[in-house]
């Protein structure tokens, strides 16, 4: 690792505060399996835009059993009863565009985003780019919150977001069918052959395709080639900006091109109030609209991203001073306090320009409703870059949608019923959305009727997801802050050893502790099951803060979690295999000096073979003093077969030893496959 990743990891472990474990921590923490029953519920079904008095709902291991009338159904006697009485329960949300970070539960987050949307009841997600590599740890994180080995809502997600320019579109689309992705999201900057590759390869295959509508491509001919639904609702606006779409640009170059041309376009109209741009944009918005409902294509809302927008460019010291914003990403606040985020960049010197967007994009959206255009309630939060806290930022959206033209009703069924019924085209299976037989148990317990106003959602009394009940003390639980913990697993192939699976947890300097002894136990959980492993088979590096073990043999594929007590608290992080590749351990040449060797020069030329594999590697140089303790290293870099050591490394009449790490990634954090050579010793002439 190098310096810099090191002090970096270290920051962010001085912030970070894992969730703490469901099994000491959070006593009231209920799987299903013996019944769960809401007893005298005022019942949100969401079949209509009603409510149903005086219900039961019973709920066996992750699904609805049986309802009806309280004197109707019959409660086991083993069954977990919650009383009811004058509270209501409706279908837990699904937030429908959003983004996961493969170090959600790691270290970029002072809680996981797994936790934040549990606690605003919304038990569905669907993933529209994950971010970091390799791109599937969402599917992994499903079927790891399937085995109950981690909390989170159910996930659905694409893979690798198709950007463009792309060398084969047909290629990818293939990939991510193979790997078990729900569906391909196309991006803004295709040309009309990548996207027409890529859509035809789609439908052969019959996946799903959503996406933003490419500037080389316009709305007519995405929706004529099959594009099931549109990304954001602001890319229906951008359609109507004059721009060059035959322009010679790749890339995000597209981005301040067509902003810049919009700010040109409708410099004019910045100031007019949403009746006025009713009127200049009439017969746009009729286009647009005709256009989706002759391929009944759904839209994703987003428009709390507008909203976060303008609070950030005109209301600022009321942005900083958000509730929430202490579980924004780390670093995300120091960023925008320099003036280095995303949307104070996009939006420099045209800051009015926000407002006028936000008009023209609630004015399409209340015509869209109109229509009957199928709307899905969605944030776009996850990221960690717009200021959008996962969770909290659905029910700005709920109420955006509600303040401009959705009832109630509709607002929750464009995060329920619509919600499952396009996972049903994606998947086959409409199976949670609303409170029925055989669905999903995904459920919010309320204090208030959420028919009467859209923010009687917040704050819920619990939560179910999947059969699994969090009630409000327990939701609570699991925004505090634990140990700070940073877990990672990784396949090494080492020349003296084999192959062999390295964990390594690092602790964070906010734990106030003495390391090692009051960490009191150490649990790690694989994809099939939990690891032979205890605290004392670890080694602990003090200058790390960190616990390191190597196991015999590869690791399996999929999440593994990581659980760290203290006689207070927990701390709990994950990570993520992916891949398994053998990469050959690295050869050190011999052509300059040999093992044992005295050097004449205190800053010597070392050099290495290049190792032959199919996926791009990552070298690294590590140089030990006599003791072996690590005196300077290298970044990981790309191709790199030499290295001559800087002047005041070393020392003339010491002995030193050297040797090569490869790894597939240039981020610490990243790597899922490494390899060592041996040892090589040298000393330096007096």
Request: net charge positive; hydrophobic share 35%; aromatic share 10%.
């Amino acid at each position: 690792m190098n310096r810099k990743l090191s002090l970096l990891l270290v920051s962010l472990l001085f912030v970070y505060g894992c969730h703490q474990d469901k099994a000491k921590e959070y006593p009231e923490y209920k799987i299903s399996n013996v019944g769960i029953a809401f007893k005298n519920v005022n019942l949100v079904p969401m079949m209509a835009d009603k409510i149903v008095k005086a219900q039961t709902v019973l709920v066996k291991d992750s699904k609805i059993v049986a309802l009806g009338s309280v004197n109707d159904v019959k409660i086991p006697e083993n069954a977990m009863v919650i009383d009811g009485t004058g509270s209501y329960l409706m279908p837990g949300l699904a937030d429908m565009h959003m983004h996961t970070g493969h170090a959600w539960q790691n270290w970029a987050w002072p809680i996981s985003p797994l936790n934040l949307y549990l606690d605003n009841g919304v038990t569905t997600i669907r993933d529209f780019g994950p971010n970091g590599s390799p791109a599937d740890h969402g599917l992994h994180w499903r079927r790891a919150i399937g085995k109950g080995y981690l909390e989170g809502p159910t996930i659905y997600t694409c893979g690798k977001i198709l950007y463009g320019p792309i060398d084969d579109p047909a290629g990818e689309v293939e990939i991510q069918k193979a790997k078990g992705f729900d569906f391909i999201k196309f991006y803004s900057f295709l040309t009309k052959e990548e996207f027409n590759k890529g859509m035809a390869t789609v439908k052969r295959l019959n996946m799903y395709s959503a996406g933003h509508i490419p500037y080389r491509v316009g709305l007519e001919d995405v929706l004529s080639a099959g594009m099931n639904e549109i990304a954001h609702i602001e890319e229906l606006t951008w359609e109507w900006i004059d721009f060059d779409r035959n322009k010679k640009l790749q890339g995000f170059s597209w981005i301040p091109y067509v902003i810049g041309t919009a700010f040109q376009q409708y410099e004019g109209y910045k100031e007019y109030d949403i009746e006025k741009l009713k009127t200049v944009f009439d017969k746009r918005i009729y286009e647009t609209v005709e256009k989706l409902l002759v391929f009944k294509t759904p839209v994703c809302t987003t428009l709390v991203v507008d909203d976060v927008i303008i609070q950030k460019l005109h209301y600022t010291d009321a942005f900083t001073q958000r509730e929430e914003n202490k579980y924004l990403y780390n670093g995300y606040l120091e960023n925008f306090r320099q003036g280095k985020e995303k949307h104070q960049m996009l939006f420099k010197g045209e800051e009015d320009f926000a407002h006028f967007k936000f008009r023209i994009d609630k004015l399409l959206l209340m015509e869209l409703k109109k229509a009957g255009v199928p709307l899905l309630l969605a944030t776009d939060a996850g990221t960690g870059g717009m200021g959008l806290v996962p969770g909290f930022s659905i029910h700005d959206e709920l109420r955006i949608l509600t303040e401009n033209g959705l009832t109630p009703y509709e607002a929750i069924a464009a995060g329920t019923v619509n919600a499952s019924k396009i996972v049903e085209i994606m998947t086959g299976k409409d199976d949670f959305g609303t409170i029925e037989i055989g669905k999903r148990a995904d459920l919010i317990f309320l204090k208030k009727n959420p028919l009467e106003n859209v923010e009687n959602i917040r704050n819920p009394l619990g939560v179910m997801a999947s059969g699994r009940w969090y009630d409000q003390k327990t939701l609570q639980k699991m925004l505090s802050p634990g140990i700070p913990t940073i877990g990672e697993i990784r396949h090494v192939n080492r020349s003296h050893t084999g192959q062999k699976t390295q964990i390594e947890i690092l602790v964070g300097k906010d734990f106030s502790g003495r390391l090692p002894n009051d960490i009191t136990k150490i649990v790690v959980t694989g994809p099939n099951g939990e690891l032979p492993i205890v605290k004392s088979d670890f080694k602990y590096i003090p200058q790390l803060r960190n616990f390191y073990i190597e196991i015999s043999g590869p690791p399996d594929i999929g999440t593994y979690t990581f659980t760290i007590y203290s006689k207070k608290k927990v701390g709990f992080a994950t990570d993520t295999q992916s891949m398994n590749i053998i990469i050959p351990t690295p050869v050190l040449k011999t052509d300059t000096f040999n093992n044992g060797s005295v050097l004449q020069t205190t800053t010597p030329t070392l050099s290495w073979e290049a190792v032959k594999t199919q996926n791009p590697v990552y070298y690294r140089l590590d140089i030990f003093d006599h003791s072996r303790n690590r005196i300077h290293r290298t970044s990981s870099i790309k191709n790199m077969l030499s290295y001559t050591v800087p002047k005041g490394i070393l020392k003339p009449g010491q002995t030193y030893f050297w040797k090569i790490r490869i790894s597939d990634s240039d981020q610490w954090t990243q790597e899922q496959n490494r390899s060592s050579s041996r040892l090589w010793k040298f000393s330096t002439k007096i």
